[in-house]
T-cell receptor
Framework: EAGVTQSPTHLIKTRGQQATLRCSPI?????VYWYQQALGLGLQFLLW?????ERNRGNFPPRFSGRQFPNYSSELNVNALELEDSALYLC???WGGGGETDTQYFGPGTRLTVL | AQSVSQHNHHVILSEAASLELGCNYS??????LFWYVQYPGQHLQLLLK??????LVKGIKGFEAEFIKSKFSFNLRKPSVQWSDTAEYFC??????????????FGQGTILTVHP
């Protein structure tokens, strides 16, 4: 069974640009989650999508946004990039609903570097 | 709001030593608890999880964890570590309700180095 996949592996942008990161969940999973792993800040929850809808959002500014497509894959968009957005962005997927036995499985991440 | 604290940033052991990594969480309601591991050069993998029932849960590679509700703790243990256990370990909590729904909150991670 294929795991969560993310693309690209690495992304280099300059300040003020926009970045788009992509995630494909495990087959059958309907929920997709995004996390940021920045140096010194640990893993922080960004967004949760389930069945195409945004279900929860972490403490990040609105320039972090995303969407989930009908095939349950997801995009994370970061607008007006700032130097501190440099981080590893992890995507996770689960069977869905955030229910009492929901378990998140993580992809390898996209390393975003903002110059 | 939920929060997680891991007691040690870096633990160094020799092979065959016993391991216990501390994890405490803060949340006012029902929680799911997880330990994830990140081996060098690999992505985050699930080690074990607790939802309900027996507070002693067993995971992969001989790891186990005990949920002590009164202490808000979920410590990870292994009786005898191997060099291949060298990795970073993350404790995570998912509060079941309110703004915590669906959101994993992670501890800061513990780097385990096992010397052969």
């Amino acid at each position: 069974e294929a795991g969560v996949t993310q693309s690209p592996t690495h992304l280099i942008k300059t300040r003020g640009q926009q970045a788009t990161l992509r995630c494909s969940p495990i087959s059958g999973h309907t929920s997709v989650y995004w996390y940021q792993q920045a140096l010194g800040l640990g893993l922080q929850f960004l967004l949760w999508y389930d069945e195409g809808e945004e279900r929860n959002r972490g403490n990040f500014p609105p320039r972090f946004s995303g969407r989930q497509f009908p095939n349950y894959s997801s995009e994370l968009n970061v607008n007006a990039l700032e130097l501190e957005d440099s981080a590893l962005y992890l995507c996770a997927s689960s069977w869905g609903g955030g229910g009492e036995t929901d378990t998140q499985y993580f992809g390898p991440g996209t390393r975003l570097t903002v110059l | 709001a939920q929060s997680v604290s891991q007691h040690n940033h870096h633990v160094i052991l020799s092979e065959a030593a016993s391991l216990e990594l501390g994890c405490n969480y803060s949340y006012g309601g029902t929680v799911n608890l997880f330990w994830y591991v990140q081996y060098p050069g690999q992505h985050l993998q699930l080690l074990l999880k607790y939802f309900s029932g027996d507070p002693l849960v067993k995971g992969i590679k001989g790891f186990e964890a005990e949920f002590i509700k009164s202490k808000f703790s979920f410590n990870l243990r292994k009786p005898s570590v191997q060099w291949s256990d060298t990795a970073e370990y993350f404790c995570a909590v998912n509060g079941l309700g309110g703004t915590s729904y669906g959101k994993l909150t992670f501890g800061q991670g513990t780097i385990l180095t096992v010397h052969p």
